[in-house]
């Protein structure tokens, strides 16, 4: 059966471990995203991407919109697993899940997730070019 | 009492790398307490702090928020995971 998982790890992520902690059979779709590194941002040629965590409250407000979701949509379960260490372009950095009975509630649950993840969850992104690096989200 | 603070990302480099420090504060001190600690302590951290925010204990906490002894408090400079 299938248990919590909101975690931050430092290997590739599997798709198929995520979707296995949101099975069910009262659940009736399923919707993930999944978050990858991009080769370029703002115009610059990106080398690869470094993520780090304070992984213990990372993992703490993961669960935390995993029940927010619960909360507002009754039914779903939602699974996340964030990668942090070094990543390659095309590299996946974030896995979530969510299932729900029916369908509308897999979308928005999961849409509301990664809005959540990108608000408070403790994982910092260093985007490394060719020519410098910087921290994602500092402003100009 | 006695804080442990943890630096990271943006903070921790400016701060040279240390990614985390004891201090020792005042009783019933707050959150604004250890951040104007931090300003005095740290140059280096001046325009960053006033960007960042708190946790204490894993959790965020306003700048009233009071700290005990031997709790954990991170600073959390703007975050960018996904």
Do not use: N
């Not at chain 2, 804080?3 to 790398?17: K, S, T």
């Not at chain 2, 420090?21 to 604004?32: K, Q």
Request: contains cysteine; glycine residues 10%.
């Amino acid at each position: 059966m299938a248990g919590r998982l909101f975690a931050v790890v430092d290997r590739p992520i599997s798709v198929i471990e995520v979707l296995d902690a949101v099975g069910g059979d009262g659940f009736g779709g399923t919707v993930t995203f999944t978050g990858t590194v991009r080769d370029c941002s703002r115009g610059r040629d990106v080398a690869h991407l470094e993520y780090e965590a304070y992984v213990p409250m990372a993992e703490r407000v993961l669960a935390r919109i995993g029940d927010e979701i619960a909360e507002q949509w009754p039914g779903t379960r939602t699974a996340i697993v964030h990668r942090v260490g070094t990543l390659a372009v095309g590299e996946t950095a974030v896995v979530i899940a969510v299932a729900a009975p029916h369908r509308a509630e897999a979308f928005e649950g999961c849409r509301h997730a990664i809005e959540r993840l990108k608000e408070d969850v403790p994982i910092w992104k260093r985007e490394v070019f060719a020519d410098g690096s910087e921290w994602v989200g500092m402003g100009p | 009492m006695h804080v442990r603070v943890l630096y990271f990302a943006i903070v921790r480099d400016r701060l040279g790398g240390v990614s985390e420090e004891a201090l020792e504060l005042d009783e019933g001190a707050t959150v604004a307490d250890l951040s104007a600690a931090l300003e005095a302590r740290h140059p280096a951290l001046s325009g960053l702090l006033s960007k960042v925010r708190f946790a204490v204990d894993e959790a965020f906490a306003g700048a009233d928020a009071p700290l005990r002894d031997g709790c954990e408090v991170a600073l959390i400079p703007p975050v960018s995971g996904g």
